[in-house]
Structure formats: structure tokens, C-alpha cells
């Protein structure tokens, strides 16, 4: 049973680019978060997904950031216009119901230039 | 609470001594409980858990102590090896009988000594 997979590990775009950062749940797990974490820093919470639908987008930007969980497929954390205040390292983690513990990939480090 | 932007403390601790990990929770009503380990580059990892009707949880080499009162949890690592140099973060989930979202504590980055 493989992990939580995000790709790409590694995600370099100027300013002003798109950046798209995939996260593919473990098997069996229809609950996703995505954190951010700067330098020597926690990780803050953007969002919590579950399949097609957004449960909590409290922690996210109202602007140029969203996120999906479609019935098929990768959850996709979308960024529009990226400054350099976005970059990150992006962290996905995955739960079976929400109520257990959160299982996390290696996180899509983002380098905005 | 979450962390917000504040550096991380460390605690330095001698190889094959105990190591106690401290943390301070916010919402009373968290009766989920998790401690992470991050090492440099990599996604946090699961260690142990604990819910709010226990007080107390043992893994392999390591106690979670939960303390509601002054809703405070502590790691207590036995006889700290090399490898466990990490940052260790505690979190809460603040759902009982729906889910929610993990909120996590500001990290502490253990430093083992020689």
C-alpha cells in the first residue's frame, strides 16, 4: 500500500506563473489536508477536502489559491499569479475518516523566482 | 494554537538519556491527539497518538502524557538515539463527532548530543 504520493517534489516558477502541486491519497483514504510550512516553521493548515467536496478552507488565501478533490484522480492545490511570498514546501496528508490520524506525503517544495 | 511564524526552540539532550517534549494545546474541546516527528526534508510522521479519555499512551520507546487540566501534552522519548534528531510537533483534532481539521502546535527540534 503505497504512501501519500505528491508530486512534483520539486517546483520552480516566476513570478506571476501557475503552480499546480498533486497529492493522491493513500488507498482507501477520502479525506485530504494540505498544509504550508516555511523555513523553521509549524505547519498552517489551508485546506481539508473530501472527495468533490471543500469541508474547511479556512486557512486559505481568499485570492489566487484553490483547491479540488474530483472523484478521480489527485487532489490539486492550484496557484494563480505566484509571488514569492508563496514559496514553500506544500504538505498533502491523507485520513480514512478524518477522525484518525493524518498520514502526510514528502511535500512539493515551491521556489517562486 | 497553531504556530505562527516563531522560530523553533531546540532541546539538546545527550545520547541514551530520556528526552520530554512539551506541548500546550488551545481548544479545550480536542479529544484527538497526535505527535508527529519531521526530519529535514521530509513529510511529518506519525508517532503515537491519544485520546482525551486516557491520560496516558505507550509506544516503542515512547509515553505520550496528556494532561486536560491545563490541556497540556508531553513526548517522552527513552534512551534518545542519534536518530531521533527531528522536529517533533503535537496536534489536536478538534472534532468528536464530525470530522475536522488537525491544527498543529508550534515544533520542537531535538538535538542529541555525543
Redesign the interface.
Known sequence: NAGVMQNPRHLVRRRGQEARLRCSPMKGHSHVYWYRQLPEEGLKFMVYLQKENIIDESGMPKERFSAEFPKEGPSILRIQQVVRGDSAAYFCASSPNGQLEAFFGQGTRLTVV | G???????PTLSVQEGDNSIINCAYSNSASD?F?W?KQESG?????II?IRSNMDKRQGQRVTVLLNKTVKHLSLQIAATQPGDSAVY?CAE?P?TS??????????TRLSIRP
Open positions: 497553531e504556530s505562527v511564524g516563531l522560530h523553533l484527538y497526535i508527529y521530509k513529510g511529518p510522521q506519525f497518538d510537533f483534532n472534532g464530525s470530522a475536522s481539521k488537525i491544527i498543529f502546535g508550534s515544533g
